[in-house]
Every structure is written in C-alpha cells, then in structure tokens.
C-alpha cells in the first residue's frame, strides 16, 4: 500500500505473507528409512520424505514501513509569520523505516557426545525423537526469547524444555533415526523482532548556483530493543535452548552534514 506524496507526506507499507519448505540442510538418511528403523516412527518413510518440512530461512510475516514527512513549520505553515520561529523550524523531513518480522523455524539435533553419533554410521545428521509422554502440538518453548535474561544469566537461562524430547536408543547393532521434525517441531520458532530507524534532516539555502547545505541526524533501532541469538539448537548439550550473543545492534547515533549543489 503506498500513499503519494500530499500534504507533505508521502509512505509505503509492504506487508509479506509466505512459507518456504524444503527438503534440505541436515538430514538424517538420504534413502528411503523402513518404519522398523524409526524410533516409534509407525511408517516408512520414502527418500528425503521425512526431512521435507518448512525451510530454516522461512520468516511467516514481515512488514516494512517507510515514510517522509515534510513538517509542516515555517513559511506558508505554522510559524510562518514569525521571522524567529520561520528561521527555527522550516525545512525540516522527518523519515522513518519500521520493520517487523517472525523468527525463522529451529532445526534441533543431537549433541555431538550422543549415542546416535558415534553407533549410527548411517545418519547424516543424527537427531532425536518427540518424547512418548509429551503431548503433541504444545510448544517446547518455556516463554519468550531473552525473558528474564541479563548478561550474567545469559548462558544458563533455557527457554526449550528438554522434556519434549529424548535421545533415539542407538547401537551399534540395532541403529535408530529419531522421529523429530528436520524443523519446527511442534511450532518451535526462534525469536521474531522489530527495529525502528528514524531520521531528521534539514536544508538551508547558501544563495549561490542552487546549493544548499543538509544537516542529518539518524537514529538506528531507535528503541534499543535486543534481539536474541547464538541459540543452543543441540539437544544433549550443556547449551541446549539457551541464548549466547545479540543478533542485532544496539542503538546507534550518526550526525551528517554535506553540501550539495
């Protein structure tokens, strides 16, 4: 949706809808997986049917907003008979970009020290099962992404539980494949964010060849909200379902002047 430029404002809203599925990244066999070697799977599977499932790089929703407002101050608008408040406040745009967006679908997998890893020659990637006594469609997610979090607490604040699942009964004689979704499993997303840059600038006249000078100001993720990363997706691991790094930066300031002409 975009409104053209009237009354000094002009924006555009673009909203995206989508799902994106795929059959690739880890993987678990690359044949065809008779029932009786899936850990309570109750079916075989075709090659790659299994691992078919939404893409790591989905994002459901994602909206941007971008605008640029002329304010209406100075000559002609408000303040405009007054030589003090024309010289103050004309000439100034105020923009904005607004995003927001859905975190991408979690592909959880076996740690590197389980069983799975060392006994079963024949996984790709080895992961584990949805645990018999979870019910299934509930969320593992134990609440929202960083709650509660501080820099101190960061590496041992979980946010999976680990009860929603265990680690396929592997030998060397007898190898499993764990059930588990490739990604998603029960609706397990990471976090979603948002980030609101704005800018203001203004121009003034230098009277000659019709050049004039611009001062800007911007700010980046204006609100300084945190987006979490470095999430533990390897079940079995001292790491698994908790956050270690900021996926996004902090707040940023920049002051730009130029001549253009």
């Given amino acids: 949706m975009q409104k053209r430029l009237s009354a000094g404002l002009i924006f555009m809203i673009n909203y995206t ?47 941007v907003i971008t605008g640029v407002y002329d304010l209406p101050f100075g000559k002609g608008m408000l303040g405009g008979n007054n030589y003090i408040t024309r010289a103050l406040l004309s000439n100034f745009k105020l923009s904005s970009i607004v995003q927001m967006y859905s975190g991408s679908p979690l592909a959880i997998t076996e740690s590197s020290s389980s069983t799975c890893t ?10 584990p099962s949805y645990s018999p006594t979870w019910t ?72 000659f060849e019709g050049a004039h000078l611009m001062l800007e100001g911007d700010l980046y993720n204006l609100t300084n909200h945190t987006q979490f990363g470095g999430l533990g997706t390897a079940f079995g ?8 790094t900021q996926a996004n930066t902090s707040r940023d300031a920049q002051l730009t002047a130029k001549i253009e002409f």
């Fill in 136 to 207: 299934p469609g509930t969320s593992p997610k134990i609440h929202d992404w960083g709650h509660g979090v501080t820099a101190a607490t960061a590496g041992s604040t979980t946010y999976i539980n680990s009860a929603a699942f265990i680690h396929a009964p592997t030998t060397a004689a007898a190898p499993l494949f764990g059930n588990l979704a490739r990604t998603a499993p029960d609706g397990l997303y990471g976090p979603g964010n948002y980030d609101v840059d704005v800018s203001l600038r203004r121009t003034f006249g230098l009277g």
């Fill in 17 to 63: 809808w989508s799902k994106a599925i795929d059959d690739g990244g880890t993987f678990r066999s690359g044949y065809a997986i008779p029932a009786q070697f899936i850990q309570t799977g109750g079916k075989s599977w075709a090659a790659d049917r299994i691992e078919r499932t939404v893409s790591t790089s989905s994002q459901p929703q994602h909206v």
């Fill in 118 to 127: 060392a006994t079963n020659p024949a996984a790709g990637t080895c992961m």
């Fill in 237 to 244: 691991s001292t790491t698994f379902g908790t956050v270690s």
